[in-house]
């Protein structure tokens, strides 16, 4: 418990309701937080779209919602694309509704990764405080992020230091890292079983590098997550022997983690500089090691040779001989470096540090 409770403000990613998958990451960031700020005492009003579920252990969080259009993703335009908000978008709603009632609020913490709520923060009374929520992916972002850390950087938080380092910071970057419901993953000893993979299935995640060291030692592959783009997904099956690929689905936490648990290893595969990397932790806090590339948020994370290996980005064959290592690490090392860098109790502080500390600077 704090001691002093917040009157908080969360508005959710543009980009499908909580609950559905099409938020990625972002999802499980705010499904996390949601319970740990309320744990620590404050009052919580979730924005998101309409059809968003509240998870599990949230049920003093209001949920607000409006009717729109998802907003672009970013991470699907190029790096000179301009601003695009479609007619009746979810994103102008999501802000009508965050300054009318952020208006007494303690602070607004926004997590979409879009141009108009940092632009828009400067020229209004409201605390506005951003969880940014990805790299540099396109030079109107770059500069607007920069702009407002000019302005205030305390109103900006990051998941990793190798995230915000692609942005000009005047600062040290304010890094609040992620959290995760431990409760809800259980830790398995046994070293056995197959080789996972897990995430968008969309072509920054890199999942045919995933499926080529797989095919490289003969095995099978299970693949969570979303198809977000199925041409995609067929022509990464197309490229490794019938019967590789094993499509698990978008499965809810409590299935992923049964099934992800049983695993040898997890492959990740970055083709972008990812955030932070939720299912690289989600597969530590079951035990299973993880052979990542070492690009962005996953090269932060995972501790070579105690909790994985990291191997050069995009060289398959290291990857394919790190595989073969994993018998050497201790599973029980990965479950006790969630515990202490990663719960929801771990997050929700840190984030609460970030607002109290952007507060007490405000005149």
Known sequence: MTSRPLDLILVSTPIGGLGSGRGGGVEL??????????????????????????PEGCEAVELLTAQGLDQPSWQHLDGESPVLIPRAGLLPRFLDIALEVGAEADAVINFGY???????????????????????????????????ASWDQQRLAFHTA???????????????GNGFDLSRYQFRREAGGPLGW??????????EDAAAAAAALGEQLLVWGLREDPA????????????????RGFLPTAELQEELGRCRALINTPKWNEAYGNVVVE?????VPVVAYDRGGPGELVQSGQTGFLVEPDDVSALTDAL???????????????EANATQEVFARRVEDWVLAGLSSLP
């Open 29 to 54: 960031t705010l499904s996390s937080l949601l319970k740990g700020l309320v744990d620590r005492g404050h009052r919580v009003r979730l924005i998101a779209a309409e059809g968003s579920r509240l």
């Open 198 to 207: 897990a995430g968008r299935v969309a072509p920054e995640k890199g999942l």
């Open 162 to 176: 190798r995230q915000a380092a692609d942005f000009r910071l005047p600062q040290p970057p304010r890094v609040v």
């Open 283 to 287: 597969a530590l806090a079951c035990g």
């Open 232 to 247: 995609y997904a067929e022509a990464v099956e197309a490229m490794v022997p019938t019967g590789t690929l094993q499509w």
């Open 324 to 338: 073969k290592r994993v018998s050497e690490l201790d599973r029980a090392d990965c479950r006790a470096w969630v």
């Open 114 to 148: 879009d141009w108009l709520p940092l632009w828009i923060t400067p020229h209004v009374s409201q605390r506005l405080f951003h969880l940014i929520s990805m790299g540099a992916v396109a030079d109107v972002m770059r500069d607007q992020i920069e702009a407002l």
